[in-house]
């Protein structure tokens, strides 16, 4: 483990294509497991909060609580900051952390939470344990990230079919793990959490804005992102090849009849009492 926090890069890296994807996540549509297990007086930990649209709309819904927003990317959480102050939110603060370490006590949360996170880390068992430190008894540990494997898309596609085979490879190399979905209650139980409950739920796009926006932040980012960098640099593709996978993107994104899902898996774990 000593090495984890080294070995694990962030695959996606800070691109203008990977935050409009980021900037579009909301409480309602990234974690809907856990509202309903929100009251007022919470104190949540957000961790990977990016650019802060879902840390903001968890402070919202904990107006006598307070939220903590962090992430590995100091940057980044500049633009959390304005995200929160543009709402209005005052129960909410940022700070940098590596979720192998925490820099926070034993038992200090009601609830820590992290979206699309664990996919990317160097040891995710080690970070489910310190999130389950940081946790106070009878607290929840909330986790959903996507399975890169199980998504699906119509019409069938040689070049999207590279583009999930390449993207599954340099997560990879990157010491990540794509199909994270699908492991999450098993690293739960390898960290040592007992109360689990396990769940999915799936993104959706289809309608001709959906396949715009989705397939043209993928097309930029196979081109122009640390995706992109790290693909060449890292061996795995020409730059030819992905442009060929940029088409690709491009091409389904004009079908009519375009559909693409995203299944996540998700867990909500409790600390003993």
Known sequence: ????????????????????????????????????SLKPHMKVLDIGCGPGTITADLAALVPDGHVTGVDHAPGILEQARVTAAERGLTNVDFAVADVHALEY??????????????????????????????????????VRDSDYAAMTWFPESAGMDDWLDLYRRVARANGG???????????????GLTDITATSSTWTYSTAEE???????????????????????????????????????????????????????????????
Not at 233 to 252: D, F, K, M, P, V
């Open 105 to 142: 006590p034993d038992d200090t949360f009601c609830v820590v939470h992290a979206h699309q996170v664990l996919q990317h880390v160097g040891d995710p068992v080690q970070a489910l344990r310190e999130m389950a430190r940081v946790t106070r008894p009878g607290g929840l540990i909330a």
């Open 1 to 36: 483990m000593s090495n984890a926090r080294e070995t694990a890069v962030y695959t996606h890296g800070h691109h203008e294509s990977v935050l409009r994807s980021h900037t579009w996540r909301t409480a309602a549509n990234s974690a809907a497991y856990l509202l309903g």
């Open 177 to 191: 793990e794509p199909d994270a979905g699908r492991r999450l209650k098993s690293w739960a139980l390898r960290a």
């Open 211 to 273: 396949r715009a926006w989705w397939s043209g932040l993928w097309a930029d980012r196979t081109v122009a992102s640390a995706y992109a960098e790290r693909a060449t640099e890292g061996g795995h593709a020409t730059e030819e090849r992905l442009r060929t996978i940029e088409a690709a993107w491009r091409e389904w994104g004009r079908q009519e009849d375009g559909w693409f899902a995203v299944l996540h898996g998700e867990i909500l774990c409790r600390k003993p009492a």
